[in-house]
């Protein structure tokens, strides 16, 4: 519904259920609902002819902002078996992803794969564990609704 709204008021057509349906089911299937509705905000301000939003448009609007779905597994695969990659490496989730996600971060396609080459064939440090959090003793001043007056002025009194 938020879909159709948005569609409405950005051309001013109304669409009926089954046809906000099929614009939705029109669209990269990576795209959510806000994307969606950041993507018509786009849209709206960027110069067009008529008044006739399509999925198309959408998906343009999308591949514009997000470089890496250009990219296919096949390619993404291919670059990285040429810098030796094999194996669980390959995984959809596994390095395939973490070049996506530095491509659409703004880096170029050449340095994301090597990058992520490196981290899965383990030549890139894994990041720190973080240190373990003291225990605040009782005399801690941010727990003074506990404290006895003993504990501040100590036994000497």
Not at 128 to 153: C, T, W, Y
Request: proline share 5%; net charge neutral; aromatic share 4%.
């Amino acid at each position: 519904m938020k879909l159709g709204t948005a569609i409405a008021e950005a051309t001013s057509n109304d669409l009926s259920d089954p046809g906000v349906r099929m614009f939705a089911a029109s669209l990269n299937p990576e795209i959510t609902l806000n994307d969606a509705l950041s993507l018509i905000v786009e849209w709206n301000g960027r110069p067009h002819f008529g008044n006739q939003l399509r999925p198309t448009d959408l998906n343009e609007l999308w591949k514009q902002r997000k470089p890496a779905s250009k990219l296919t597994e096949n390619q993404i695969t291919d670059l990285l078996i040429a810098q030796g990659l094999e194996g669980d490496a390959l995984w959809a989730g596994g390095a395939p992803a973490t070049v996506r996600r530095l491509v659409n971060q703004g880096a170029s396609l050449t340095s994301a794969v090597t990058q992520a080459a490196n981290r899965y064939r383990g030549h890139e440090l894994p990041a720190a564990e973080p240190k373990q959090r003291r225990r605040i003793g009782h005399h801690f001043a941010g727990r003074v609704s506990r404290m006895s007056l003993n504990d501040v002025l100590g036994e000497e009194q």
